[in-house]
């Protein structure tokens, strides 16, 4: 598999206004940006909890 190219992103952006209308396309970048946020958050938790683990069992 190789990397996406211009051609192919706008392919992609094309079918998805297609599909959802340029009315949904904000709510669906602002629930996946949400999403993005809540992942990284646990993933912040989740590393400083082993962390302390880690510490703890020195």
Do not use: C, H, W, Y
């Not at 190789?2 to 602002?30: D, N, Q, S, Y």
């Not at 993933?43 to 703890?56: F, S, T, V």
Request: hydrophobic share 45%; proline share 2%; glycine share 14%.
């Amino acid at each position: 598999m190789g990397r996406l190219g211009v051609t192919e992103i706008l392919v992609i952006l094309a079918i998805v206004l297609l599909l959802f209308g340029g009315k949904k396309i904000p709510e669906l970048m602002k629930g996946l940006g949400s999403g993005i946020k809540e992942f990284k958050n646990a993933a912040k938790d989740g590393q400083a909890a082993d962390k302390k683990e880690e510490e703890e069992t020195k």
